[in-house]
T-cell receptor, first 111, second 116 residues
Framework: GQQLNQSPQSMFIQEGEDVSMNCTSS?????WLWYKQDPGEGPVLLIA?????ELTSNGRLTAQFGITRKDSFLNISASIPSDVGIYFC???????????FGSGTRLLVRP | GAVVSQHPSRVICKSGTSVKIECRSL??????MFWYRQFPKQSLMLMAT?????????EQGVEKDKFLINHASLTLSTLTVTSAHPEDSSFYIC????????????FGPGTRLTVT
């Protein structure tokens, strides 16, 4: 089945630093989504990307839908302690709404 | 905004018993809902697609007789874990797609199931 490779697996950074994480796939996706999950809660949508090449921002977050439709990245600028959590990419390949999730990036921010 | 609730948030049950988890879309109608399972420090794994008024579609490797899904209305889907065993202990999360909306899935807060 389709799989998403997400990296890095974890990051421990200093407050104020920028963060970058990415996902790659061996197959094409029509939609890329980035979620954040706090412990014991469901994922919350951060950014949705619908077109190849699309670059979208949401506050300090910026994400891009790769031109090949097989990859996406998420950048977080000027990290703050509340950015701590697990970030997941997810791809949607067809019109069935089904999502394939990446393995997650655990972000820790040192004040 | 679109809100999805799950009940209960936590449940502990004895091995061999059945547990029902509810997923509700509170302020929108959802023709399609999804059920995911998440083990500690792992990603979300899709278990099944729940469609209102029809049978659920299960992902490969998910036992449909063990994980019963009922999507009886446009705002409610239920997942029943039958004859639960300790290895069924996990975090179960549902999501819902608003009827006629874009591709966005709205996630519930999850249900922590512990089978003793």
């Amino acid at each position: 089945g389709q799989q998403l490779n997400q990296s890095p697996q974890s990051m421990f950074i200093q407050e104020g630093e920028d963060v970058s994480m990415n996902c790659t796939s061996s197959s094409i996706f029509n939609t890329w989504l980035w979620y954040k999950q706090d412990p014991g809660e469901g994922p919350v949508l951060l950014i949705a990307l619908y077109k190849a090449g699309e670059l979208t921002s949401n506050g300090r977050l910026t994400a891009q839908f790769g031109i090949t439709r097989k990859d996406s990245f998420l950048n977080i600028s000027a990290s703050i302690p509340s950015d701590v959590g697990i970030y997941f990419c997810a791809g949607q390949a067809d019109s069935s709404y089904k999502l394939i999730f990446g393995s997650g990036t655990r972000l820790l921010v040192r004040p | 905004g679109a809100v999805v609730s799950q009940h209960p948030s936590r449940v502990i049950c004895k091995s061999g018993t059945s547990v029902k988890i509810e997923c509700r879309s509170l302020d929108f109608q959802a023709t399609t809902m999804f059920w995911y399972r998440q083990f500690p420090k792992q990603s979300l794994m899709l278990m099944a697609t729940s469609n209102e008024g029809s049978k659920a579609t299960y992902e490969q490797g998910v036992e449909k007789d063990k994980f019963l899904i009922n999507h009886a209305s446009l705002t409610l889907s239920t997942l029943t874990v039958t004859s639960a065993h300790p290895e069924d202990s996990s975090f179960y999360i549902c999501s819902a797609v608003a009827t006629g909306d874009s591709y966005e899935q709205y996630f519930g807060p999850g249900t922590r199931l512990t089978v003793t």
